[in-house]
């Protein structure tokens, strides 16, 4: 079995091979819809009740609907034509400004995005155009940490850059010297994660942008998961490694909104220290039949609602909002963390420095332990990398359920611990 598979997230693809349908003749009632799509749903990750611990952020009841009752409002708005919908413009001028205060960007301009992916995107085609353009590099390379999200080498793929992944220590933090020697004349970009998603670390973003500066290369710092919950962790006065602009070196930022500022699918931002780098960002075609095709970002139509749902949502929670529910995650977390770790078959990786973090066990099968999680209806990540581990996304709506899944944790242990037939 592939391990990766195990967190159903590739299989569920398999689903679409050599499945045949046709158009029903006759259209249906919404009501049978409704009752055919609530069956549909009924196997899914139980999202709601906090069994799910993976890519789904829920900060409530009341901020779910204010995020869906935005994104209704403008649900047939097209983000491509901020032109057509002054509306939408304005709430993406306004996210970008709120985000750039919180990541102290005096300077800092950018764009509302569909997802941290679109973002590591434009991030690199960014720095491989003006590379190209102000120092004739014709065949581009980024260099980052063996832990950065897979987006760069998803990216490095389309966009025809040479990547070179480098080695961690065994806090999983980008190996600086490492870094140093994967670095050519061609290098147009090097990128590190606050944190990544594997473990929850912050690579040593300071370090690794003065690295990047004395060569005169652009440095982005992957904040798609920690961007906006590490800022109000700042501001609540934890230790946070510092990982945004105040950072000197530090020249594009990515931030999910969809994540830890809880806004509806389909919202992310991406922020350049100034305009220089951002001017690259944008492709036009000037020949086209029906004008100068322009576009920021790299979507055509996109969802105006989703645009509208962060603007929402940041005005709905304010900066209150955002302190309460994260001073309330972090407890959370650490009621997890403390409680695995007093668990003594079990360990935490490393320093997670919000509420993502990994655990395994140094003497017992950690995955033989996912398993049985897994059958008493937990559903947590799992990972491939030495040394293999059960991974969890915390979030609020997990506050209810910590006592629980510690109580079955420590159950599930005791059974792999004493050899209780298992499967993988
Ligand atoms: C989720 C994530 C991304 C990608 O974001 P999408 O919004 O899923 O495209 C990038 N980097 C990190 C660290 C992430 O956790």
């Given amino acids: 079995m592939n391990r990766q598979d195990s967190a159903g997230i590739t299989q569920s693809h398999s689903a679409t091979h050599g499945h045949r349908m046709v158009l029903p003749v006759e259209g249906k009632a919404w009501d049978e819809l409704e009752e055919l799509m609530s069956d549909a749903r009924s196997h899914d990750a139980r999202r709601r009740e906090g069994r799910m611990f993976m890519s789904c952020n829920l900060a409530g009841e009341d901020v779910a609907e204010v995020a869906q009752r935005a994104y209704l409002m403008f649900f047939f708005e097209n983000a491509f034509l901020p032109g057509a ?15 750039a205060s919180l990541l102290r960007g005096d300077e800092a301009v950018g764009t509302v995005t569909t997802g941290g992916t679109e973002g590591i995107f434009l991030a690199m085609k960014a720095a491989r155009d003006q590379a190209r353009h102000e120092r004739g590099v014709k065949t581009p390379e980024i260099v980052v940490p063996r832990t950065a999200y897979p987006a760069f080498v998803k990216a490095a793929h389309y966009l025809g850059f040479r990547i070179v ?6 806090d999983f933090k980008a190996d600086l010297s490492a870094l140093e020697s994967a670095i050519t004349k061609n290098t147009v970009l090097i990128a590190g994660s606050a944190p990544g998603l594997s473990h929850g670390v912050v690579d040593p973003i300071a370090e690794m942008a003065a690295i990047a500066a004395a060569r005169g290369i652009n440095f982005h710092v992957d904040a798609g998961l920690g961007g906006y919950q590490l800022a109000f962790l700042r501001k609540l006065g934890y230790p946070v490694t510092d990982y945004d602009f105040s950072v000197p070196g530090v020249t594009s930022i990515t931030a999910d909104l969809h994540k830890y500022a809880y806004t509806a699918l389909g919202a992310s931002t991406i922020l350049y220290r100034n305009p220089d780098l951002h001017k690259y960002q944008a492709w036009e075609l000037t020949d086209w039949a029906m004008g100068t095709h322009r576009s920021r970002n790299m979507l055509g139509t996109h969802a105006g609602g989703a645009v509208a749902s962060a603007w929402a949502v940041m005005q709905y929670l304010g900066e209150d909002g955002y302190l309460r529910l994260t001073k309330s995650l972090r407890e959370t977390t650490h009621r997890f963390i403390d409680g695995i770790n007093s668990i003594p078959e079990l360990q935490v990786w490393g320093k997670p420095e919000m509420s993502v973090f990994a655990f395994g066990s140094p003497t017992r099968d950690i995955f033989a332990i996912g398993q049985l999680m897994t059958e008493r209806g937990w559903y947590i990540g799992r990972q491939q990398m030495e040394p293999p581990s059960i991974h969890l996304n915390v979030t609020p709506v997990h506050e209810r359920v910590v006592d629980e899944y510690l109580g079955d944790l420590r159950e599930c242990v005791k059974l792999v611990a004493t050899g209780q037939p298992h499967r993988r």
Avoid: G, L
């Fill in 85 to 99: 919908y002054p509306s939408i413009a304005k709430f993406e001028t306004e996210v970008v400004a709120m985000t």
């Fill in 165 to 170: 992944r480098t080695t961690v220590d065994s």
